[in-house]
């Protein structure tokens, strides 16, 4: 029997039926700080090849998100996706994944990618096949809508999830990453939040400096400013994410959009921050 992910979200963080999460992208895409448009499906063009996402309930952080996966759909379809988030659960013992199988949402079923999955746990033996380590994990699950509506059921899925923040390590798995990707039409997610519950000024500093750091795609100066700063929840999927892509020929990120919660709430006080950012060859 396969193994199947249900979705452990839908109904709190985002809506729980087909046709309410449909209406609800659709709001979030068209609302005052989403992109103001529905995404647009264009001819592929590979020179997209990576992404950073936030992970937050839709309400917060679904219209910084549109950013991104409008810029995914200018590009085109997919065959393979990588989203790696961070743990924060701490179920696995550093790196998980899942190695067939399938996630459910209300938007329908994403299949794993099976061979993509055995290339990558052959060239990372530390990252481990777990599937129970994604049971209650939501930086994954809440990028799958999204990538349903851009690319239907075009694509296969690997996901992993991080807890092991140590640079060489997130360095070594996105040399990996790259090396199980060759040949093949895929684009590489990193699921991450920004500055955490500290006042909107200081967060904003706190993200911009982090942002800038990753345009420089240096991972030392990324690990270096976001721990100081404490200023990504998933450290480790975007230092892999960066170093897989510069294996994949990466010449520059660019910041398609930030925000905070703030600016959703009213509240000031203790804000949390959310970026989508695009990596090109």
């Known amino acids: 029997m396969a193994r199947v992910r249900r979705p452990a979200y839908a109904g709190s963080w985002y809506e729980g039926s087909r046709d309410s999460l449909l209406k609800q992208m659709e709001a979030l895409f068209k609302g005052r700080l989403g992109l103001g448009e529905l ?77 993509t999955v055995s290339l990558l746990l052959s060239y990372a033996p530390f990252v481990e096949d777990n599937p129970y380590a994604h049971a209650f994990e939501h930086s994954i699950e ?45 684009i590489v997610l990193a699921s991450s939040d920004m500055s955490h519950y500290v006042p909107a000024k200081e967060a904003e500093e706190k993200d911009m400096a982090t942002i800038r750091a990753i345009e ?24 892999a994410l960066i170093s897989c892509v510069k294996e994949m020929g990466c010449s520059r990120a660019s910041l398609l959009k930030y925000y905070h919660s703030g600016e959703v709430s009213g509240d000031y006080s203790g804000v949390v921050g959310y970026s989508s950012i695009a990596f090109y060859k």
């Not at 030392?220 to 480790?236: I, K, M, P, W």
Request: net charge negative.
């Open 216 to 239: 420089s795609l240096d991972e030392r100066q990324v690990h270096s400013v976001a721990s100081a700063y404490e200023s990504l929840c998933g450290l480790g999927p975007v230092v």
């Open 142 to 186: 809440l990028q799958l809508p999204f990538l349903q509506l851009v690319y239907g059921d075009s694509f296969k899925l690997v996901p992993i999830i991080i807890h092991d923040f140590e640079l060489k390590k997130n360095i070594e798995l996105g040399k990996a990453l790259a090396k199980a990707l060759e040949s093949r039409k895929s």
């Open 39 to 115: 995404p647009k499906l264009g001819g592929y063009d590979p020179s997209l090849i990576g992404l950073i996402v936030p992970h937050a309930g839709y309400v917060y952080s679904g219209m910084a998100a549109t950013w991104a996966y409008g810029e995914a759909a200018k590009h085109g379809l997919r065959d393979t996706v990588v989203v790696m988030g961070p743990d924060h659960h701490m179920a696995s013992t550093g790196f998980a994944t899942m190695s067939e199988g399938f996630w459910k949402t209300p938007l329908g079923d994403v299949e794993v990618d099976k061979q």
